[in-house]
C-alpha cells in the first residue's frame, strides 16, 4: 500500500511500474494520480469516474489535513454506515478585532466562525501615537502568547479606524487625534510576526451587518453615529471605498453652511448635529450635567423630561437631512443605523420614516443594529477570518 500526500492509499500490487510512475510524477496530487491512473489497467470509464471522485476530495483532504477541516458525527438510527460529516475547526486559529477610537481601544479575539472568546478595553489617556502603538503591540502579543496553542495561533489582526483610510492601508487623517499620513500598519507589522490590516470603522461595521445579519441585502448601507457619524457601503458584497479608499466619510457632509466649526477645516457638518457624541454634549451643556450616559437617557425619555425629548426630536431632525441625501445618493435596499441613542427611543424608527417624505426617496428596509458597539470589532474578526480563509463570501451566524 502507498499512502500519497493527500492522504489516499491506494494498491500498488507488484506493477513496480505504477510504483516508479506515482514517485516521479508531478508534485501537484491531481496531476500525479492522473499519471498513476494511466498505468493501471483500467477502462476508460472507470478511470475517468475514480479521477473525478479523487480530484474533488483532494482539497478537504488537504484541509483535514491541515487542521482546518475535522470530521463529526449526526445521530444516525437507520442500517448502515454512519455519515461522516466535515466541519470547519474552529478552535485551529483565532482572530483579533480592535476598534480604535478617540477616548478608548476595543479589543475582541474570536474563533474561527466570529464567536468572540475574549474581549478588553483600554483607556486612552491621550492621543500621541507612540503611545498608542505601544498599547496596540503590547495587547496583541499578550494574545499571541494566550492563544499559541492553537493550531494556527492569531490567523490575522484588524483595526477598525475613525478617520480615513488609503487604499494602501495607511492612515490619511484621523480627525479626533489629528493624525496625518500614519503606517499603522507597517508599524505594527515590524514588531509582530503577523498579518495586519488597517480599514475605516464603518467600513467594518458594514462587513459585520452584511456578515452577521443580513446576509442577502445586495446594496446595503451601514450608518455609525457614535463619536461621529461613519457609512459603510456594500454593493454585490464588495466595500465601496473610491478613489483614495475616502468614501463614508459622511459626518463631514455640510447640511450647515455657516454652522459650527469642525476639526476638519469645514463648518456646519453633520456629525455636529446628528452623532451621538454631539448630543450627549449639547445635552450636558442644557441641562448643566456632565458625564451623561445611556442610562441617565433612557430615565430622563421615561419621565417625559421635556428638555431631553426635545433634543432627541432636534437630534432626529438633523440625521434625517443627512440621511435623505444619502437615500437619493445611492438608493440603498438596507439602510441599518448602528446607535445606542435611538434604540432607547421607543418612537424613533418611525419619527424617522415620517420625516423621510419625499417621493424619490426610496430604500427597501431601515433597520436598527442589533450589533450596536460591538459592529466594528465583530467585522474586523470576520474581516480577518475571510482573509485568512481565502474565501470570497462569508457568512456566519450571530454569536
Given at each position: 500500500m502507498c499512502k500519497t500526500s493527500f492522504g489516499l492509499k491506494v494498491s500498488l500490487s507488484s506493477n513496480d511500474n505504477a510504483a516508479c510512475a506515482f514517485r516521479d510524477s508531478p508534485s501537484d496530487p491531481s496531476e500525479k494520480l492522473?499519471?498513476?491512473?494511466?498505468?493501471?489497467?483500467?477502462?476508460?470509464?472507470?478511470?475517468?469516474?475514480?479521477?473525478?471522485?479523487?480530484?474533488?476530495?483532494?482539497?478537504?483532504?488537504?484541509?483535514?489535513?491541515?487542521?482546518?477541516?475535522?470530521?463529526?458525527?449526526?445521530?444516525?438510527?437507520?442500517?448502515?454506515?454512519?455519515?461522516?460529516?466535515?466541519?470547519?475547526?474552529?478552535?485551529?486559529?483565532?482572530?483579533?478585532?480592535?476598534?480604535?477610537?478617540?477616548?478608548?481601544?476595543?479589543?475582541?479575539?474570536?474563533?474561527?466562525?466570529?464567536?468572540?472568546?475574549?474581549?478588553?478595553?483600554?483607556?486612552?489617556?491621550?492621543?500621541?501615537?507612540?503611545?498608542v502603538l505601544e498599547i496596540l503591540i503590547s495587547q496583541i502579543n499578550k494574545y499571541k502568547e494566550t492563544f499559541s496553542q492553537s493550531r494556527y495561533g492569531i490567523v490575522g489582526v484588524v483595526i477598525g479606524i475613525h478617520g480615513t483610510v488609503k487604499n494602501d492601508e495607511t492612515i490619511g487623517f484621523v480627525p479626533q487625534h489629528k493624525w496625518h499620513n500614519m503606517n499603522l500598519k507597517g508599524d505594527l507589522e515590524q514588531h509582530l510576526d503577523l498579518a495586519v490590516s488597517i480599514e475605516n470603522n464603518a467600513n467594518l461595521c458594514a462587513f459585520a451587518e452584511k456578515v452577521f445579519s443580513c446576509h442577502t441585502s445586495e446594496i446595503l448601507i451601514s450608518i455609525n453615529m457614535y463619536s461621529g457619524i461613519g457609512l459603510g457601503v456594500l454593493m454585490n458584497g464588495e466595500l465601496v471605498k473610491g478613489y483614495l479608499g475616502y468614501t463614508g466619510e459622511i459626518g463631514h457632509m455640510i447640511i450647515n453652511p455657516d454652522g459650527k466649526p469642525c476639526n476638519c477645516g469645514n463648518s456646519g457638518c453633520w456629525e455636529l448635529y446628528a452623532s451621538?457624541?454631539?448630543?450627549?454634549?449639547?445635552?450636558?451643556?442644557?441641562?448643566?450635567?456632565?458625564?451623561?450616559?445611556?442610562?441617565?437617557?433612557?430615565?430622563?425619555?421615561?419621565?417625559?423630561?421635556?428638555?431631553?425629548?426635545?433634543?432627541?426630536?432636534?437630534?432626529?431632525?438633523?440625521?434625517?437631512?443627512?440621511?435623505?441625501?444619502?437615500?437619493?445618493?445611492?438608493?440603498?435596499?438596507?439602510?441599518?443605523?448602528?446607535?445606542?441613542?435611538?434604540?432607547?427611543?421607543?418612537?424613533?424608527?418611525?419619527?424617522?420614516?415620517?420625516?423621510?417624505?419625499?417621493?424619490?426617496?426610496?430604500?427597501?428596509?431601515?433597520?436598527?443594529?442589533?450589533?450596536?458597539?460591538?459592529?466594528c470589532v465583530m467585522g474586523a474578526c470576520a474581516l480577518a477570518i475571510k482573509k485568512f480563509l481565502e474565501i470570497p463570501e462569508l457568512s456566519l451566524p450571530v454569536a
Open positions: 492522473a499519471t498513476f491512473l494511466n498505468i493501471l489497467p483500467l477502462n476508460e470509464e472507470v478511470r475517468f469516474l475514480f479521477l473525478t471522485f479523487v480530484r474533488t476530495l483532494i482539497p478537504y483532504l488537504q484541509l483535514i489535513e491541515e487542521g482546518l477541516l475535522i470530521e463529526t458525527h449526526q445521530e444516525y438510527y437507520t442500517v448502515g454506515r454512519k455519515p461522516i460529516m466535515l466541519s470547519l475547526n474552529y478552535h485551529a486559529g483565532y482572530a483579533i478585532g480592535i476598534d480604535l477610537d478617540y477616548r478608548d481601544i476595543t479589543f475582541t479575539v474570536s474563533d474561527l466562525i466570529g464567536k468572540p472568546v475574549s474581549s478588553d478595553k483600554v483607556e486612552l489617556g491621550n492621543s500621541y501615537y507612540d503611545e451621538e457624541g454631539s448630543f450627549f454634549k449639547q445635552l450636558s451643556e442644557k441641562l448643566d450635567k456632565s458625564k451623561l450616559n445611556y442610562r441617565d437617557i433612557e430615565n430622563f425619555i421615561k419621565a417625559g423630561d421635556p428638555v431631553v425629548i426635545n433634543e432627541i426630536d432636534e437630534f432626529i431632525k438633523y440625521f434625517v437631512v443627512g440621511l435623505n441625501n444619502i437615500i437619493n445618493l445611492l438608493n440603498p435596499e438596507t439602510l441599518v443605523l448602528n446607535s445606542e441613542l435611538l434604540k432607547l427611543f421607543p418612537e424613533a424608527e418611525s419619527k424617522i420614516k415620517l420625516r423621510l417624505s419625499s417621493s424619490i426617496s426610496s430604500y427597501k428596509e431601515i433597520l436598527l443594529s442589533e450589533l450596536g458597539t460591538n459592529a
